[in-house]
């Protein structure tokens, strides 16, 4: 049992929801992505999701392109990334995800990649242009280093192959607010209910929801129905508009708690 599965069993055995909170990495500099990570861990996030800057991305929106961006330009790549989450596993035990895009891991080397995961600390993989249909490869590789393989699931309600990516993945589902790319506005909350209830009835794993979750009130109107909240866009914007980031990740962080405890 990896991090994610302790923390998804103790956050369901209080009745509490996870707070998962995305950065990129390398942005504004691989120093200050570690202090905003030991922050966010310190101030209740649960799972940090870090972003494997990419050049050509498809499901981000302009928040995370430009962190990326930021970070492509500091000559941020894989390597850097892993020993990024190297140095962070020596002072915190929280879950830690990458995201990103799968040519930069083909180029890696998919079961180099997965073993040098799993050496860094990496408790599970985001692999936004990766369908569960061509993903037997890096599945193999990762279960066999026990890193969860997290695959994305549209928004829909119901259907066959739903509920073959839910039983393909591992660590939690990431049901996807909306069609579109990050930092949009997401569905109504009688439709996110209805596709988180048809998830339900699917697989036994934490779903979560991510995409366009951009205030406190989407917050918890995920949190009713899911089982924790995914937040990229609305963070990086806001670091963007700090002088002190590590501190503004902070209380970001803190915010967040404080609005998921009120719905527990």
């Known amino acids: 049992m990896n991090r994610l599965d302790q923390l998804f069993a103790q956050l369901r055995s209080q009745g509490k929801k996870a707070q998962t909170l995305f950065i990129t990495?390398?942005?504004?500099?691989?120093e200050s992505t570690l202090a905003i990570m030991q922050a966010l861990a310190d101030h209740g996030a649960h799972v940090l999701e870090l972003g494997m800057p990419f050049s050509d991305p498809i499901a981000d929106g302009p928040a995370i392109q430009r962190a990326s961006q930021r970070a492509l330009k500091n000559k941020v790549y894989i390597p850097e990334i892993l020993a990024l989450v190297s140095r962070f596993r020596k002072t915190h035990s929280t879950p830690v995800v990458l995201m990103g895009y799968y040519n930069p891991v083909l180029r890696y080397g998919v079961d180099q990649f997965a073993v040098d995961c799993r050496l860094a600390g990496v408790d599970g993989l985001i692999i936004a242009d990766l369908p569960y249909e061509e993903a037997d490869l890096l599945a193999e590789a990762c279960r066999a280093e026990e890193v969860a393989l997290i695959f994305l699931v549209a928004p829909e309600k119901g259907g066959d192959r739903a509920g073959k990516i839910a039983k393909a993945g591992a660590g939690f589902i990431y049901c996807v607010s909306h069609y579109g790319t990050t930092g949009e506005?997401?569905?109504?909350?009688?439709?996110?209910e209805a596709v988180v209830a048809s998830l339900r009835a699917v697989t036994a794993l934490p779903i979560q929801v991510g995409f366009g979750i951009s205030s406190l009130a989407a917050v918890q109107e995920a949190s009713r129905?899911?089982?924790?909240?995914?937040?990229?866009?609305?963070?990086?914007?806001?670091?963007?508009?700090?002088?002190?980031?590590?501190?503004?990740?902070?209380?970001?962080?803190?915010?967040?708690?404080?609005?998921?405890?009120?719905?527990?």
Do not use: C, N, Y
């Open 185 to 192: 506005s997401g569905q109504s909350a009688d439709h996110l």
């Open 25 to 30: 990495a390398g942005d504004p500099d691989l």
């Open 225 to 264: 129905v899911a089982d924790g909240v995914i937040i990229g866009s609305w963070l990086i914007r806001t670091l963007e508009e700090q002088g002190d980031k590590v501190a503004a990740a902070g209380e970001f962080a803190r915010m967040v708690s404080t609005a998921l405890l009120a719905e527990s």
